[in-house]
């Protein structure tokens, strides 16, 4: 017979277990090498500058979720390509976001234009970027990558 205490240790704690939240970020570059990015207009990290992206919803393909995301906050369509990296961000109530990033490119060429959860939204030289307050981990994932701006 097993004892009720073995039992427990077989199932997590739900009172310190994270819950992870499935996202998607898009590392898009035009065409002078520039990466695209986001002012945050919400939280997590309001204010601060981020790639475009956001939450994976049911059922829905990474692929979809970032097309959708960079759409909606910066009016551009996308193709997305190969999956880069991913990063675990904390969040509220014990939430932890996972983060998947994919390289895209710019399906059509036009003007970025802020929208849904972007504040601004404009494109950034590595010089750019250094002088703009990021999220946290944003620079060195990126530098990780490969793919930091030129």
């Keep these: ?9 077989m199932f997590p704690d739900p009172r310190t277990t994270k819950r992870r939240v499935p996202c998607v970020g898009a590392l898009v570059h035009d065409d002078a090498g520039r990466l695209l990015v986001v002012r945050r207009a919400r939280e997590p990290g309001t204010g601060l500058w981020s790639v475009p992206g956001g939450r ?8 979809h ?3 959708r ?26 939430t932890i976001y996972d983060i998947r990033d994919y390289a895209c490119a710019l ?11 972007a ?7 590595r010089r750019d970027l250094r002088e703009l307050p990021l999220v946290d981990g944003l620079w060195e994932a990126l530098a990780e990558w490969g793919m930091l701006p030129s």
């Excluded at 017979?1 to 240790?9: A, D, E, K, P, W």
């Excluded at 399906?107 to 959860?117: E, N, R, S, Y």
């Excluded at 504040?119 to 030289?125: K, P, Q, T």
């Design 65 to 67: 979720a970032v097309a």
């Design 69 to 94: 995301e960079v759409l909606e906050e910066t009016g551009l369509h996308v193709t997305v390509g190969m999956w880069v990296g991913t990063v675990q961000r904390p969040g509220p109530a014990a």
């Design 56 to 63: 994976v919803e049911d059922r829905e393909s990474d692929q």
């Design 1 to 9: 017979m097993t004892s009720f205490s073995r039992l427990q240790g």
């Design 107 to 117: 399906a059509v060429q036009t003007t970025p234009v802020a929208g849904d959860d």
């Design 119 to 125: 504040a601004e939204v404009r494109w950034a030289s």
